[in-house]
């Protein structure tokens, strides 16, 4: 079952007993939970027939009270568990998920990998529960996720712009979306994102980020690339070396993989770099600045440093040092 047939079915009043959200992607468990907490029920109705509680707090035989009450004044009651993950004895819960009340709508949100397949709880919810599975976006799908999401919201978004939210956020959907909704509050009549936009209302600067970077190490910009770490230097939250140094792993290991493909031509390449043609360009010109060796060189450089930032044979140098004196390493053969 997906968020969009869940939630589709409920703006229909099709109902089932149990809803039991599992996973590793928080977002869209959280998205149903809100659903399920402010719109299935009226206001008024809510007053007397919602029921929140907290997997750490939550008693199971409570859980199951509430549940097996009837409902006041209204057809339905929803009662939710939040946080399901943290609960002791959740597999107490058994019993009521396999003879539920049909006038009780329990949405359980078990924030975790989900319930072990060996378990009596498990095959209870496989024939009795509607059971939805969220995983992590993967980092190839992410900027795609961004474009979805902003024409959702009724924009456009440039894949730069997108790639600016990605690199600065991460694969944190959540903090992403609270982003987009913050542009589109603040965007009033106009419908494209883009890099001033982000600049403005979220402050991620457009020319010195790890986009800018990336740029710069590709064209063996020397000069470029120490003026953006100072800059990071000098705004410590605006990329930390632990934010900047898996994102250039990543895209360095796609031009690296490049190599080892007999077809090169832009047409092959376009979706190893998420169909953004300014990405594919500055690969073209990693590849022509350093060749083969050098490509594998900035990666075993990314990985010394990114041992170097935990404190493996370090003893707590600034991140931003540390990257100035990797990026020289990586474009100066002499050091």
């Known amino acids: 079952m997906s968020v969009e047939k869940i939630i589709g079915s409920w703006k229909k009043n099709s109902f089932k007993p149990v809803y039991w959200l599992e996973g590793e992607e928080e977002f869209y468990i959280d998205q149903v939970m809100e659903y399920a907490e402010q719109n299935i029920l009226s206001e008024a109705d809510a007053q007397f027939n919602l029921t929140v509680f907290y997997g750490k707090d939550a008693d199971w035989a409570a859980v199951i009270n509430a549940c097996r009450r009837y409902p006041m004044f209204a057809e339905k009651q929803v009662v939710l568990l939040k946080e399901a993950q943290f609960m002791k004895d959740i597999d107490k819960l058994e019993g009521y998920i396999a003879a539920p ?3 009780t709508i329990f949405v359980v949100g078990y924030k975790a990998k989900g319930v072990d397949k060996r378990t009596k709880l498990y095959k209870i919810l496989q024939t009795n529960a509607e059971v939805l599975t969220t995983k992590k976006i993967s980092d190839s799908k992410m900027q795609e996720w961004i474009i979805e999401l902003a024409i959702q919201k009724g924009f456009s978004i440039q894949p730069k712009s997108a790639s600016l939210l990605e690199e600065h956020i991460g694969n944190d959907l959540s ?38 970077l990336q740029a710069a190490i590709a064209k063996k910009d020397l000069v470029r690339s120490i003026k953006i770490l100072n800059y990071f230097e000098a705004n410590p939250k605006a990329a930390a070396i632990q934010m900047v140094l898996p994102a250039l792993y990543a895209y360095f290991s796609k031009i690296y993989a ?4 007999a077809d090169k031509s832009d047409n092959t390449l376009k979706p190893l770099f998420y169909f953004n043609p300014i990405s594919l360009s500055q690969a073209k010109d990693a590849m ?14 990314l990985h010394h440093y990114d041992l170097k930032s935990k404190g493996v044979g370090d003893s707590g140098t600034n991140g931003a040092i540390l990257m100035k004196e990797m990026v020289a390493k990586m474009m100066l053969t002499d050091i």
């Open 101 to 103: 009340l049909s006038t």
């Open 288 to 301: 022509k600045f350093y060749g083969y060796q050098g490509v594998e060189k900035i990666l075993l450089l």
């Open 258 to 261: 490049v190599y080892g493909m």
């Open 175 to 212: 903090r992403i979306a609270n982003e987009i909704n913050k542009l589109s509050i603040n965007l009033k009549h106009k419908k494209t994102i883009d890099e001033n936009d982000i600049e403005k209302y979220i402050g991620i600067s457009k020319e010195y980020n790890v986009f800018e």
